[in-house]
């Protein structure tokens, strides 16, 4: 998470997290309430990704993955997705599907949002998606909790949108919005801020590092998510390990999810995690 504040700085880039669903089918396991199909992120594999786009999607295919979130390529550009811009979003879509995929939803920055919000509407519709999702306000490390609160009245305006076009307007959190300003939590303000109805959130699980855990606010906000980014964590070796190596609870989290109203799980750690995150998810 640390490297990848680092590059926006340096690139400019609003760079968020995206990725990949995949399927796979429900075993004998313990865990009754896993979903059918989970996701991976496509930012971590980006290099891969724009030197082969169906050579990679393929790959991850073969993992068992059925479906993709991707970049914006039009916000990501200065994050490397700018040869992606050669594909319109019919042509992507063709390549996706053609490599046994879909694409249900996608990462962008606050720029392209306020600024070409027309245009990405009909890239997210030609690639058949259903939620866009704002990868991040990017807001400076110190900014005050009326910054935050201001963005997300924003968000909710753009959500009006996106919602009379047929998508649901998503937040991605970072590690940056679980910090305080003053005695409250910058999430917990986020989420009184939000429009129940326009904007949902998309949780990221890496947060459990910090001592966040996804399954508690699921519950503690009943259909308020529609979306999760999958990671696991070592105490022991304190540092992501693929999921189902880790200290979350995944019995407990997909239990939870039904009631937070997940949707979609995507997988988002580094490329050599996803085989044995898909491996573990797949016995469930």
Request: net charge negative; proline share 4%.
């Amino acid at each position: 998470m640390t490297s990848r504040r680092k590059f926006i700085k340096t690139t400019g880039a609003a760079i968020g997290s995206a990725t990949v669903l995949g399927s796979f089918p429900l075993g004998l396991g313990s865990c009754s309430s896993a979903p059918k199909e989970f996701g991976f992120q496509v930012w971590t594999i980006r290099e891969s990704l724009i030197e082969d786009f169906p050579g990679t999607l393929k790959k991850m295919a073969g993992m068992g993955y059925k479906q993709v979130e991707m970049c914006s390529p039009l916000g990501y550009t200065n994050a490397g997705f700018g040869p992606l811009n050669s594909y319109s979003g019919a042509e992507m879509r063709k390549i996706i599907e053609d490599c046994g995929l879909n694409c249900t939803s996608s990462h962008y920055n606050m720029g392209e949002l306020r600024d070409s919000l027309d245009n990405r509407i009909e890239w997210a519709t030609q690639l058949g998606m259903k939620q866009i999702v704002a990868s991040s306000f990017w807001l400076p490390k110190d900014a005050p909790m009326d910054e935050f609160k201001k963005a997300a009245d924003e968000l909710n305006k753009i959500g009006e949108k996106t919602k009379v076009a047929g998508l649901q307007m998503v937040f991605h959190n970072h590690h940056g919005e679980f910090e305080k300003r003053g005695d409250k939590l910058i999430y917990d303000v986020l989420l009184e801020t939000f429009d129940p109805e326009l904007v949902k959130l998309q949780f990221q699980v890496a947060v459990v590092d910090i001592g966040y855990k996804a399954a508690d606010y699921f519950r503690k906000h009943p259909g308020r998510f529609i979306s999760a980014h999958l990671a696991d964590y070592s105490e022991k070796l304190e540092k992501q390990v693929p999921v189902g190596e880790g200290i979350v609870d995944w019995n407990d989290f997909f239990k939870a999810a039904k009631i937070g109203g997940v949707q979609n799980y995507f997988v988002e750690m580094a490329p050599v995690t996803f085989a044995s995150s898909a491996e573990y998810l797949a016995s469930l």
